[in-house]
């Protein structure tokens, strides 16, 4: 019996995802398990598998088309099956063209005769046309002329009715015409021609959204509008953790300081239970394992692969762990396991010199942290000013889930273990 393959969803968050090429083609063999197609949802590229054996008959979604999860794609069967009743139920579902309103006519609706428009009076031949300033131009020739320094009333138009056009002004300032002052025009001439480039090329470029970046704009808007966030900021000193990254860096370690903050923050979480929860209607649910989301940015957005109890690893096991996750997702190789059921998430911009900054809460989590670069900057100590490595860590909470307090104390805690990394061993 003939098989549908429909749009899976390979995400917890999928709604709808992109064929990007079909493995198997129209009368290829299929077996149980192997790829039928490459699929780009809104976190990574998948290949879709097949769920039966048979023939690849029919393919109803194209590479390139968008199709909602749920939606026929396709039909396995045996090679001489019956599956028109599968063709025509596809075509029923089919989304149909919106109607188009009847356009309205060119011409105006009859109404009172009124008096005929007088004929306007045509120029004498050899004579400029009479308009804007004067004379006749094209608004692109008017608009160079005007940055160029021509004067259109030394210029004869080769345009219909003697209309100053393009060429025309190009020719006057090749020639130096309608010019008074030759070299100041002659250095206008590049930026005229390049304005001229602009003039021509479209005003602007409309881009597809994505299937990661459609993504992120309805959760985005599902976290920031409903989920009423509050920030808490601190200043911490790295003066130890920095010294010791700097060692590990110098024994040509692949520990980075991100990979230090996250196993901070794992440990922090663990200690305050509270934070390392979500909100879920009547109820706050707090979670008994730390699973600690890292944003990574990619061509065209964010995703957060996930370190699963990541208070129970080393730091060069978190750190080989996230290297390897944000090599796959910059590949959008990701499996849903890796970047689904973070408890908390850690966002980093300090390598890109962003010193301070608030993070959008990834729902349903509770908190997200937003991680700052690790400056010099001027400390006072013990009466005297000595130059300090400081980093910024900003807390973003859900408040239904947890206040301000609460958000205080692991903020104290993790600031405690970052600026005594001992403390983490």
Known sequence: MASRVVMPKLSDTMEEGRILRWIKQEGDSVETGQALAEVETDKATVEMEAY???????????PGETVQVGT??????????????????????????????????????????????SAAPRPAAGQPSQG?????????AARMAAEAGVQLNAIEGSGPQGRIVKRDIEAALSSGAGQPARAEAAARIPFARAAAGREEAPEYEDIELS????????????????????????DVAMDQAWQAYRALRDA???????????????????????INASFAGDRIRRYNRVHVGVAVSVEDGLITPVIRDADLKSLEEISAESKALAER???????????????FSVSNLGMMGIEEFGAVINPPEAGILAVGAVRQAPVVDNGTIKVGYRMKLTLSID?????GAMGARFLETLKRLLENPLLMA
């Open 252 to 274: 040509k370690s692949p520990i980075t300081v991100n990979d230090i903050v996250v196993k901070a923050v794992a440990i922090a979480l663990g200690r305050h239970p509270e």
């Open 399 to 403: 408040h239904r889930a947890a206040d």
């Open 72 to 117: 026929l794609i396709a039909v396995v069967g045996a090679p001489d099956e019956d599956i028109s009743a599968i063709v025509a139920e596809a075509s029923r579902h089919e989304p149909q063209p919106a109607a188009v309103p009847k356009a309205a006519s060119a011409e105006p609706a009859p109404g009172p005769p009124g008096p005929a428009p």
């Open 52 to 62: 039966t054996n048979g023939t690849l008959r029919k393919v109803f979604a194209q």
């Open 132 to 140: 804007r300033r004067g004379y006749r131009a094209s608004p692109l």
């Open 329 to 343: 997702a910059r590949a959008r190789r990701l499996q849903p396991h890796e970047y689904t059921g973070a408890t």
């Open 211 to 234: 299937p990661m970046r459609r993504t992120i704009a309805k959760r985005l808007v599902q976290s920031k509008a409903p989920v009423p966030h509050f920030y808490l900021t601190i």
